[in-house]
């Protein structure tokens, strides 16, 4: 499988392609508006067909590109069924497979950070977005976030992947790129160590949070698969 | 590729199994509640594995067994995603290609006998629910049904296809089992031969069809994948 991490610098987001090498169809987890013309040179560049855009989940600190790229390459948008992006080509739930060429992705549904977020699992790596983060976790209070989904999303779809299955998150402000199961079990700061579910949540109620700087102008045009016009009214 | 036709002769309903002889996954096209039982029976004579059942719409004239085969066998329910079934496991819209093993299966938008209709299109065969019948169409009178639609939708995503495509409904009152795609572009009653849109639209208005019988309880429940709780309360 081909794989590429991108990395958005100003709002820390990773963005992943990951393609087959035989077929050459590709996709995209999370690719963030501004950087469009960077994907499009990575697959021309590597002779690749964008079949799927794949959204974590509906985001609220950047704009996806979703709708631009299918727009420009024809690609397909792919959302959790219940995020509330109806505008999404193909809108799935947990246990979907998606079969691209030879790389086979499963979707698992792991809410909390929001109610549509899914976590996408292929070979030994899961793309965890904003569920998951290197030691540490989505923020669970906007966009009908619950601490407590997220630590149940978090135990029964993620941590119960062997140990040293790869994390790739949907963020990162501290320098990493991609951790492990069994790294987070272990040294998470919110969840590591066998942290319980009440302890977790107690964490994620006292986090003091900032409001979201982008997400008045991120949520609704995201909603809408990333249209330009909508951001734009927003 | 394997195929199987099955008709349920209450409602005139056929039902199709499609499978991958190589990786034994199998889907159901529009199954119905009551054959449950004989879809098993057949999947298990091919040791054969359910992947999806695909509805070409949300019918009025019978319940799907959708529902009932999730519970059963794991597999998951596929729908246009504005059919108004947010109960289906993956919500497809136009061109959404389905991989079934060695099976692809495109998602054909065919609206205007309701407004989620899709045909699926595999090889040289075209399921094409109720907007083709042979010699005969989908009414349009209900269910967002419209006559114009349905025209456009058979010229541009089903007479496009070569003449020798086989064409398989969804139902048949009169004992035929197959059509192709030149057959009926020749001499379906209410298409063939070239009748413009505005003969089309002129024929759906003068039908004088009978209300449906059945879909006071089959629409409610086929709206929730064809829950029993649900279709028992309607």
Redesign the interface.
């Known amino acids: 499988m081909i794989f590429e991490q991108f990395f958005e610098p100003d709002t820390s987001t990773f963005t992943y392609l990951l393609a087959c090498e035989k077929s050459r169809q590709a996709v995209l987890i999370d690719p963030v508006e501004c950087d469009v013309e960077k994907y499009i040179a990575a697959l021309q560049q590597r002779g690749l067909t964008l079949v799927y855009t794949l959204e974590t989940h509906v985001h609220a600190d950047h704009v996806t590109a979703a709708d631009t790229l299918r727009k420009r390459l024809g690609s ?1 948008s792919v959302v959790h ?1 219940d995020a509330g992006a ?1 505008c ?6 947990d ?2 497979h998606l ?1 691209v060429g030879a790389v086979d992705i499963e979707v698992r549904y792991t809410p909390g950070h929001t109610n549509g977020c899914v976590s996408y699992f292929t070979g030994n790596r899961i793309f965890t977005g904003d569920a998951l983060l290197i030691d540490g976790c989505g923020r669970t209070d906007f966009q009908q976030g619950n601490a407590g989904q997220l630590y149940d999303s978090i135990h029964h779809r993620i941590f119960s992947l062997p140990d040293d299955t790869l994390v790739y998150p949907g963020h990162d402000y501290n320098g990493h790129t991609v951790s492990t199961v069994g790294q987070e079990k272990r040294g998470n700061k919110r969840l590591g160590g066998g942290k319980s579910r009440a302890e977790f949540i107690e964490i994620m109620a006292n986090l003091k949070l900032a409001y979201p700087k982008h997400i008045d102008v991120a949520l609704p045009a995201n909603q809408a698969c990333g249209n330009l016009a909508v951001k734009q009214s927003a």
């Not at 999404?88 to 739930?93: A, E, I, Q």
């Open positions: 397909k069924r109806l999404g080509d193909l809108l799935v739930t246990g979907i079969q």
